[in-house]
Structure formats: structure tokens, C-alpha cells
């Protein structure tokens, strides 16, 4: 039985579509059948992997119950690597899911023989904590929570934390925090070593040990439709991803 896990935090810009992709790759090139679904409306875990903004099945109709998840899956490239891709009717999502009953329930439900399939399907979250993100936290066995190593950062992973709590009381009581990650980490500033430091602090026992490097090469890598694992293997961000795909994979 696989593992599925959502990366999500309602703030943008703290690397989930990034830590999805490259953690993907990761994962895949260990020789692990791995699924990665894009569900943000701005494409970018898709255009990452080198695919249209307009290929269909996508996630959206997934989330609509036209078709399961395992139908709309599709190569993404690297070997293992699978992924359902995101189309930009999802930013209408918003507004039609909560309309049907039991929406929250609509990307469980279209799982199916995903988790039979696949070691590890990961579920990109858009950035907030609308319907989209609450299917996603209702599917998943884990979550992953990317934490810029800025102040502001930290103030919005207090809030997402009350809305975790929230779900693994009213929707899906097996829902487990796997880790809070520190993302875009410069140790030669202050602010990125106090921050680190408040989260290892306040949780201890939930801040992975690998630390992701703000990185010139991390952040170039979508451009050439690639992850950074295969645009540049032997930088500082691929090794930090190798890492943390190491880490995760360890918790079983």
C-alpha cells in the first residue's frame, strides 16, 4: 500500500511545488513508482516537468469526478516518475466544489488503485486553504509543510497548523504530520539561523534535519522543464533534495 502525502502550507512562495517536484525525482530515480498531482491553478509542478498548461485529463476533472486519478496519470519524464497535470479551470474550483455534496471527499474518492499503484503519490497544494487544499488534506496519509526560513513565514505556519488540527478532527482523524521543512535557507544571514532555530525549538520533534539551501540552480531548473536533480545533480540543492527524499522515505 502506498503512501500519499500532501505538501501544503496556505502561504505562497515557500518552495511546495518545488520540494513536490524535485522530491519526486528523487524518490522515482531510487526506483520507487511515484505519482505526482499538480493541483494549483498556475501549472507550475506541470510546466516544471516539461508540460502544457492544457493537457487533458487533469487534475481539475479529477476533482469534478470525470475521471479518476489513476485515468489522467501520464508519464512526466524521468523513469517512474508519473504525473497528473493541472489545467487552469482549477482556479474555477473554488467556487464549484463546495456546491456538490461531499466535495471534500472528491480526490479520496478518485484514488482508487492509485495507492496499490504507486509508493508515493504526492499532492501539490495551491497556495491557501481553499477547497482544493482540504481535498488534498482529506486524501492524504501525511503532509509536508514547507516553511520559508523567513519571520512572516512562521506567523502562517501557526494558522496552518489550527486548520490541520481542524481537518484531523472534523475529516480525516489518520491525517499525521510528517514535517515541517525549512526551505530557501541562507546560513550566512541572521534572520535564516533565528528562524531555524524558533522552529527546532517550538518543534522539536517535527522539523526535518535536512535543510534546503536558497539556490540559484533550484530555482532555474523549471525553465528547463526539469528537476534540479537532472538539470544540475551535483548542486547544492540536489543534494539537499536527495536528502530529504531519503528522509521521508525512511519514515516508511
Not at 522543464?225 to 516508511?252: K, M
Request: charged share 20%; proline share 6%; hydrophobic share 40%.
Amino acid at each position: 500500500m502506498g503512501t500519499v502525502y500532501a505538501i501544503a502550507n496556505q502561504k505562497g512562495g515557500v518552495g511546495k511545488t518545488t520540494t513536490t517536484v524535485n522530491m519526486g525525482a528523487c524518490v522515482a530515480h531510487e526506483g520507487r513508482q511515484t505519482l505526482l498531482v499538480d493541483l494549483d491553478a498556475q501549472c507550475n509542478a506541470t510546466v516544471a516537468l516539461g508540460l502544457s498548461k492544457d493537457i487533458e485529463p487533469s487534475s481539475y476533472d479529477c476533482l469534478t469526478g470525470e475521471v479518476s486519478v489513476a485515468e489522467a496519470a501520464r508519464p512526466a519524464g524521468p523513469d517512474n516518475l508519473w504525473v497528473v497535470p493541472a489545467n487552469v479551470d482549477l482556479a474555477g474550483a473554488s467556487v464549484e466544489l463546495p456546491r456538490a455534496d461531499g466535495f471534500e471527499t472528491r480526490l479520496r474518492d478518485g484514488l482508487g488503485p492509485v495507492r496499490e499503484r504507486f509508493a508515493y503519490t504526492l499532492l501539490d497544494c495551491p497556495p491557501s486553504l481553499g477547497p482544493v487544499t482540504v481535498n488534498a488534506l482529506v486524501a492524504a496519509d501525511r503532509v509536508i509543510v514547507p516553511v520559508q526560513a523567513e519571520y512572516l513565514a512562521l506567523e502562517g505556519l501557526v494558522q496552518f497548523l489550527d486548520t490541520l488540527k481542524l481537518i484531523q478532527r472534523e475529516m480525516n482523524p489518520s491525517l499525521d504530520m510528517a514535517g515541517v521543512l525549512i526551505t530557501m535557507h541562507d546560513d550566512r544571514t541572521r534572520l535564516s539561523q533565528d528562524v531555524e532555530r524558533e522552529l527546532r525549538q517550538h518543534l522539536p520533534a517535527r522539523v526535518f534535519k535536512t535543510v534546503i539551501p536558497r539556490s540559484v540552480r533550484v530555482a532555474e531548473a523549471p525553465s528547463y522543464g526539469q528537476p534540479v536533480t537532472e538539470h544540475d545533480p551535483n548542486s547544492a540543492g540536489s543534494r539537499a533534495y536527495q536528502a530529504f527524499a531519503e528522509e521521508v522515505t525512511s519514515l516508511g
